[in-house]
Nanobody, 125 residues
Framework: QVQLVESGGGLVQSGGSLRLSCAASGFTFDRYYIGWFRQGPGKEREGVSC????????YYADSVKGRFTISRDNAKNTVYLQMNDLKSEDTAVYYC??????????????????WGQGTQVTVSS
C-alpha cells in the first residue's frame, strides 16, 4: 500500500500561486491514476486534476483548466499541482489520492482507494 503525504498548502491572496506536492512512500508505477481532489466547507469532495501513470495523460476539472497544472517527478515519486491565478472558490482542503485498480472514475473520489491526509489552501479576496 502506497502512503501519500501532501504539502504546500497555505494562505494566498486572490490571483496568487501555490504549488502542492504529493510524496509517495513507495512506487506509484503500478497505480493507474494519481489524482488531486478538494473539499470546501459544506461541499462534497470533487476531482481537480489527475494524471495517468502509464502514459502521463492529464485531466482537469473545467473550473481549474488553464490555471492548474499537474505534473510528476518519477525519480522522486512525487506528483505536483501548480495552482496559478487562485480564486476564493479554490479555498478547500486538497487531497492527493491513488487508484490502485483500473477505473473509469478517474476524476471522481469513488475511483480512488489510497488517500493522503490533506493540506489546507485558503485564498483571500
Amino acid at each position: 500500500q502506497v502512503q501519500l503525504v501532501e504539502s504546500g498548502g497555505g494562505l494566498v491572496q486572490s490571483g496568487g500561486s501555490l504549488r502542492l506536492s504529493c510524496a509517495a512512500s513507495g512506487f506509484t508505477f503500478d497505480r493507474y491514476y494519481i489524482g488531486w481532489f478538494r473539499q470546501g466547507p459544506g461541499k462534497e469532495r470533487e476531482g481537480v486534476s489527475c494524471i495517468k501513470s502509464s502514459d502521463g495523460s492529464t485531466y482537469y476539472a473545467d473550473s481549474v483548466k488553464g490555471r492548474f497544472t499537474i505534473s510528476r517527478d518519477n525519480a522522486k515519486n512525487t506528483v505536483y499541482l501548480q495552482m496559478n491565478d487562485l480564486k476564493s472558490e479554490d479555498t478547500a482542503v486538497y487531497y492527493c489520492a491513488a487508484a490502485s485498480k483500473p477505473t473509469t472514475y478517474y476524476m471522481h473520489p469513488e475511483g480512488y482507494d489510497e488517500w493522503g491526509q490533506g493540506t489546507q489552501v485558503t485564498v483571500s479576496s
